[in-house]
């Protein structure tokens, strides 16, 4: 069974960095994609990052260009971000596009089909 176990979620307060870790396991799939994605209190849930496993590159919606940054080793992924604002506070989740499973939401060209439990960021001003 895939498993994905979201850490490093906290609190800190505004220009300040954290940095998530998702680590995955259970599964014997190639990955195309990991990705990050996040949920504010009544807000729709979004993209924030991606990193395509076959090139190793990594896309990352507008909102996070510049401050936030992916890196990986095999079975985890590392979601550093800095200059944090109160406007980032939510729930992040790790996701994952796994070969052959489909129905799942896009984001930046990948189908995340296997989702995390979560993890929360606040940020104070």
């Known amino acids: 069974q895939v498993r994905l176990l979201e850490s490093g979620g906290g609190s800190v307060q505004a220009g300040g960095s954290l940095t998530l870790s998702c680590e995955t396991s259970g599964h014997t799939y190639r990955r195309n994609c990991m990705g990050w994605f996040r949920q504010a209190p009544g807000k729709e849930r979004e993209g924030v990052a991606t990193?395509?496993?076959?090139?190793?590159t990594t896309d990352y919606a507008d909102s996070v260009k510049g401050r936030f940054t992916l890196s990986n080793t095999e079975n985890t992924v590392y979601l550093h971000m800095n200059s944090l604002k109160p406007e980032d506070t939510a729930m992040y989740y790790c996701a994952a596009d796994l070969e052959g499973r489909y129905g799942g939401t896009r984001f930046k060209g990948c189908e995340f089909t296997y989702w995390g439990q979560g993890t929360q960021v606040t940020v104070s001003s």
């Open positions: 990193i395509y496993s076959g090139a190793g």
